[in-house]
Structures are given as C-alpha cells and as structure tokens.
C-alpha cells in the first residue's frame, strides 16, 4: 500500500501564515525550480509531508511530492518502473541495494529513530503497559503480556518493511535477552505474515489510536509526531545504536522468499533514482542542511554527520560535501 501527496500552494501560504515554514536558505534561480518526487519509508510519511515537504518548497521554490511505503516494497515498485521518482529515502541500505546498480550506486546514511512499543492508553492492559513504561515493572514483562492470547499486536510485513523485519528481531533478541522461554517469540508474533498480527507501515498506527490494537511496533518519531504513548526499548533492542551492531546481527529472520536476513541498525537513508535530479539534488541538500536537521531532530531523529554507503564516487558532485 502507497500513500501518494502532493504538498501545493495552499498548504505552503498556511505553513507561512503559520510561522511553521523555514526561512528561505538561498535565493534559488527559476530554472532550477522542478519536482524533487521521494518515495520514502512509510515511518517518514508525516516528517516529510508535513514537515520537510513544506519547508523544502518554501526555501527551495522547488515543488515537493511524496509517496510511501514498505521500504521493500517501494524499492521494488522502483525497480520494475512501477513508481518513478528522483529520491528514495529508505530505512536501512538493503532496500537501496534493491535498485543498484540500475538506478544509483549509492546512498547517505543521516539519521535514527529506535524502534519502540506504542500502546493505546486505553487498552484492557494498559494499566500493566503504563507500569512498563514508568519502570515500576520489568521491561521482560512485556513479552510475557504481548504473548497473551487476548492482547492484539500490530506490526508491519517483515517481506516488505525493515521495521517489521528489526520488530521480528527485536522479539528474538528480547527472549535471549531476558532468559524468557524459548518458544516466547514463536507464541507473540506466529508466522512471519501473520494475518492476524501485519498491517501496513502507513495504517498500523491510525488503528491503534483507534483502539483497534492494543500496541504496535513503532519508530520514536512517530510515536513522538503522533503523540502516542509508548514503551522505550534499551539500545540492545531499539536497532538504532550502531554500537550494538555485533548484537543486532545474532537475530535472523527467513523472509517469505527464502532468503535469510541478519539484524543490523537501522538508519535513514537517501539517494537520487536514476540520473539525479537538480530538484531531487536539492531535496537532499535540504534534508542534509542545517534547517533539514534541524526538522528532524524536532521529529524525534538522531542525526549524525552523513555516512557513505555503496560507491562514494558515484555521489554527485553537487552532494560530494555531505560525504566524510
């Protein structure tokens, strides 16, 4: 599932009036002005349209475009030429690996969100989650509760997601973590697809809020951007420290195709599709530049100096300060 937006006119002139909008970084020239169309990592959907969309456009005079998804998925909608953007903002590099070397060679890795437990408060168990959270019961105890028969888990397609393959691993690494029984992670999550369990990145967290799960899998950004309460996760479980890395690694996962994945952190990262852009080359700019970080670290990122992923002297050379 894609959700598909197109930030216009009206929606910048409100994000003035607002006060909400950057401050222009440059003057831009008119014939550089185009459409700089990301597809992104559907955990991006609300930062990027409502947040760095608006603002890219009012400093850029570029026109924004977003649409999101699994970051699988999306990759491989880019792949087959189903989509047709200029930017891929993807969670993890192995999605980016999809389109290589067809559609770029490399990608640059600026941010993190860990992975977090978001809960509805008004859950038949939230008195036993607002516990968790406070620290008042151990963090081992939530795996003991999400393998209740009567709570209901939501989390995305590990076939076509990075957040649902880190939230599989997460599970795995939590019972060895915590000595917990060996069939516990088994008993939560069921098989990989579980129809009763997977929902899309763009919807999982609209049917928690209303009341359709009792918790779901979740980046802290989201949880942040939407407001939702949440239990945090040490960084042994959260896939955004890449000083756990060798941890990470220990959890596997079999995907639908049978092809075998290892835990590994999780960080965003962006790239141009195809020949690059001056609008998707002036995306990335935005979102690498000070006001891009500056967003989104009020979103609830961690961003750090951009890490070269794949082939460093493929970037372009517009992009080539970015890289360490």
Same mark, same amino acid.
């Given at each position: 599932?894609? $959700?598909?937006?197109?930030? *216009? %006119?009206?929606?910048?002139?409100?994000?003035?009036?607002? &006060?909400?909008?950057?401050?222009?970084?440059?003057?831009?020239?008119?014939?550089?002005?185009?459409?700089?169309?990301?597809?992104?990592?559907?955990?991006?959907?609300?930062?990027?349209?409502?947040?760095? *969309?608006?603002?890219?456009?009012?400093?850029?005079? @570029?026109?924004?475009? &977003?649409?999101?998804?699994?970051?699988?998925? +999306?990759?491989?909608? !880019? $792949?087959?030429?189903? !989509?047709?953007?200029?930017?891929?903002?993807?969670?993890?590099?192995?999605?980016?690996?999809? +389109?290589?070397? /067809?559609?770029? $060679?490399?990608?640059?890795?600026?941010?993190?969100?860990?992975?977090?437990?978001?809960?509805?408060?008004?859950?038949?168990f939230s008195g036993e989650l607002n516990?968790?959270?406070?620290?008042?019961?151990? !963090?081992?105890?939530?795996?003991?509760?999400?393998?209740?028969?009567?709570?209901?888990?939501?989390?995305t397609n590990p076939n076509t997601d990075?957040?649902?393959?880190?939230?599989?691993?997460?599970?795995?690494?939590?019972?060895?973590?915590? #000595?917990?029984?060996?069939?516990?992670? /088994?008993? +939560?999550? *069921?098989? +990989?697809?579980?129809?009763?369990?997977?929902?899309?990145?763009?919807?999982?967290?609209?049917?928690?809020?209303?009341?359709?799960?009792?918790?779901? /899998?979740?980046?802290?950004?989201?949880?942040?951007?939407?407001?939702?309460?949440?239990?945090?996760?040490?960084?042994?479980? @959260?896939?955004?420290?890449?000083?756990? *890395?060798?941890?990470?690694?220990?959890?596997?996962?079999?995907? &639908?195709? #049978?092809?075998?994945?290892?835990?590994?952190?999780?960080?965003?990262?962006?790239?141009?599709?195809?020949?690059?852009?001056?609008?998707?080359?002036?995306? !990335?700019?935005?979102?690498?530049?000070?006001?891009?970080?500056?967003?989104?670290?009020?979103? #609830?990122?961690?961003?750090?100096?951009?890490?070269? %992923? #794949?082939?460093?002297?493929?970037?372009?050379?517009?992009?080539?300060?970015?890289?360490?």
């Amino acid at each position: 599932m894609r $959700r598909t937006s197109l930030v *216009g %006119l009206a929606s910048l002139l409100a994000l003035a009036a607002a &006060g909400c909008g950057a401050q222009p970084q440059a003057t831009p020239s008119p014939s550089t002005h185009g459409v700089a169309n990301v597809a992104y990592a559907g955990s991006l959907q609300d930062v990027n349209d409502t947040l760095i *969309g608006p603002a890219f456009q009012n400093a850029t005079g @570029n026109t924004y475009q &977003g649409q999101g998804g699994g970051s699988v998925g +999306i990759a491989q909608e !880019i $792949r087959s030429k189903t !989509i047709l953007p200029n930017v891929f903002e993807s969670i993890g590099y192995a999605p980016v690996q999809i +389109i290589e070397p /067809s559609s770029t $060679r490399w990608a640059l890795a600026f941010a993190a969100s860990p992975l977090v437990v978001a809960y509805n408060p008004h859950s038949p168990f939230s008195g036993e989650l607002n516990a968790i959270k406070a620290g008042h019961l151990p !963090i081992k105890d939530l795996f003991t509760l999400m393998a209740n028969p009567a709570f209901h888990l939501g989390r995305t397609n590990p076939n076509t997601d990075p957040q649902g393959q880190a939230f599989y691993m997460m599970v795995e690494l939590a019972v060895k973590q915590y #000595g917990l029984p060996s069939g516990l992670a /088994s008993k +939560i999550l *069921g098989p +990989i697809d579980n129809p009763h369990q997977v929902y899309s990145e763009e919807g999982i967290l609209t049917l928690l809020q209303s009341g359709g799960l009792d918790a779901s /899998s979740a980046f802290l950004s989201e949880a942040i951007q939407r407001h939702l309460d949440y239990i945090a996760l040490p960084a042994s479980l @959260n896939f955004a420290a890449p000083s756990q *890395g060798t941890w990470y690694h220990t959890a596997s996962l079999t995907l &639908g195709s #049978g092809k075998i994945l290892h835990g590994a952190p999780l960080t965003v990262d962006l790239t141009t599709v195809g020949k690059p852009a001056p609008a998707a080359v002036s995306f !990335i700019q935005f979102v690498l530049g000070s006001e891009g970080a500056r967003i989104m670290k009020r979103a #609830g990122y961690t961003v750090f100096r951009p890490e070269v %992923l #794949g082939t460093a002297s493929a970037i372009p050379q517009a992009l080539q300060r970015f890289a360490p």
